[in-house]
């Protein structure tokens, strides 16, 4: 039985599949929280909407099933996302519930079904953004929750006081992601322009940012922190 496991939300590509096979390359088990499977040897793929608002039993399942019995560190990592545009002056209730429900309620609710098989050593970790605590034009609802993603993160510090878990927020900058190729869409100079944006010329890849939070998981003085990994922006 594998003792160490992860539970990954939205392991079915990006940043949480690159993850999924770094924990996996490690010899943790991973359970996938994700609307499609991760396609990673040996991860347990459960098929969730984040948004749906009815998954809770069937994920509160899954955990005892997969680790009910660890005897190791569990790492809960919240990466699965919307990323919509609209705008703070016409955004609508319906429109930020949506976003909302995925990037803020559902972490928070998966931290208290997760609660329960968080030991010495184990990890609540938040996928956060460079707009966790900045803000461009035309992304409000996904500025709001990343934000938002922030303040939970230090909240889950504060109240982890004690228990020998930790907690933190890496906010990766322009990573080459599906996520970001569709905002792109296939435009070589825009994104050409998106990473020069960064120091170093180029975008970021998905295994940057898992090793970063593979260093995050196991490094429990790392803890209430939020961590920028964006190859140092640009600023003009």
């Known amino acids: 039985m594998t003792n160490d496991w992860a539970i990954v939300t939205g392991a079915s590509r990006g940043i949480g ?7 996996r390359k490690e010899g943790w088990g991973v359970l996938n929280l994700a609307r499609q499977p991760s396609h ?5 793929d459960l098929s969730v909407d984040l948004g749906s608002g009815d998954w809770e039993s069937r994920v509160e399942a899954a955990l005892r099933d997969a680790v009910g019995q660890a005897k190791g560190r569990v790492s809960l990592v919240h990466n699965a996302a919307i990323y919509d545009h609209d705008d703070a002056l016409t955004l609508t209730a ?6 909302l429900e995925v990037n803020v309620v559902a972490p928070a609710v998966l931290n208290r079904l997760t609660r329960p098989y968080l030991g010495d050593g184990s990890s609540i970790l938040y996928v956060g953004s460079t707009l ?3 803000a461009v034009r035309g992304n409000a609802s996904y500025v709001t929750s990343k934000h938002a993603l ?3 993160m230090r909240s889950t510090c504060q109240d ?7 907690t933190a927020c890496v906010c990766p900058g322009f990573t080459d992601t599906e996520m970001l190729r569709e905002h792109l869409g296939d435009d070589a100079a825009r994104t050409a322009t998106i990473a020069a944006k960064s120091t170093f010329g180029r975008l970021i890849t998905p295994e940057e940012i898992a090793h970063v939070l593979y260093f995050c998981a196991t490094t429990p003085t790392v ?12 600023e003009t």
């Open 17 to 23: 599949q690159a993850l999924a096979a770094r924990f």
């Open 40 to 44: 990673v040897p040996g991860v347990v």
């Open 94 to 99: 319906a429109q930020l519930r949506r976003v």
């Open 132 to 134: 966790s605590e900045k």
């Open 150 to 152: 922030v303040g939970l």
């Open 160 to 166: 982890l006081a004690g228990t020998r878990i930790h």
């Open 223 to 234: 803890n209430g922190a939020v961590l920028h990994a964006n190859l140092g922006q640009v």
